[in-house]
């Protein structure tokens, strides 16, 4: 079965220091979702900014988002609180040192039962692969899966730092907080586990050379059907 033919609007917002991208879906009955993407620049002496992805559940039904590249997770449906319906959302930032490009996108709506829904035109902000950002002393790169919107529970806290000197080497340290109340599996670049409700995983290893920061997917299962992509970056790992 196709799915429904709906509104689909996509616009960058004005004035130009507003550089949100947007895209929202909706049917006779009003907004059913809702896709941002936002840059941000970081305080620091070298150009480092931040992105944030939000996906927002207008519907009285748990759904599963499906972004390019198996970007994707599940949002619950949503609230209602008296005479108001609260709307449910998923956020992702990460961090990067790299210029930052319009791209074109989509967002794919599912149900449950593994039905589509819809998919639409969805443009976001992603990072450039020229030239390449090396890393250097103190240098962190980060990834959060937020429940809700940007000022959200964070669920997971994802941190890629080097530390050290010429001198004396240099220090890789990847490190997974799980802030959430359940246990979560993940994989990210070769390395996967188990974290407990409230730990952290965390891995070091030593090099003399400064690597390149690079893009990949952190998967995330909370169990319960609560699966999770999302693209972090982070210094690659030495040789």
């Known amino acids: 079965m196709f799915p429904r033919v709906l509104f689909a609007a996509l616009a960058l917002v004005v004035p130009a220091d507003d550089m949100k991208l947007e895209a929202s879906v909706s049917s006779g009955s009003g907004k059913e979702y809702e896709f941002s993407s936002t840059p941000t ?3 620091g002496v070298l150009p480092k900014y931040s992105i944030t992805d939000t996906v927002t559940n207008y519907c009285e039904r748990r759904i599963r988002f499906e972004l390019d590249k198996d970007e994707g997770g599940v949002i619950a449906a949503v609230v209602k609180r008296g005479n108001a319906t609260v709307p449910r959302s998923i956020t992702m930032v990460r961090t990067t040192y790299r210029r930052f490009v319009e791209a074109d996108g989509s967002l794919t709506i599912v149900r449950v039962n593994g039905n589509l829904d819809s998919s639409f035109n969805a443009n976001r902000w992603l990072e450039a692969n020229q030239p390449p ?11 959060e899966l937020i429940d809700g919107g940007p000022t959200g529970r964070v669920l997971v806290r994802c941190v890629s730092e080097v530390t050290g000197d010429k001198e004396k080497g240099y220090k890789y340290t990847l490190t997974i907080e799980n802030l959430s109340t359940d246990a979560v599996s993940f994989k990210l670049a070769g390395r996967k586990g188990l974290i407990e409700a409230k730990q952290t995983f965390t891995k070091s290893e030593s090099s003399r050379t400064l690597t390149t920061e690079q893009s990949g997917l952190l998967t995330l299962d909370f169990g319960n059907k609560r699966e999770f992509g999302i693209r972090a970056n982070f210094w690659d790992r030495p040789q």
Do not use: F, I, M, V
Not at 133 to 143: C, F, I, M, N, S
């Open 133 to 143: 950002a090396t890393a250097h002393p103190g240098a962190k790169l980060e990834a």
């Open 41 to 43: 620049k970081d305080n």
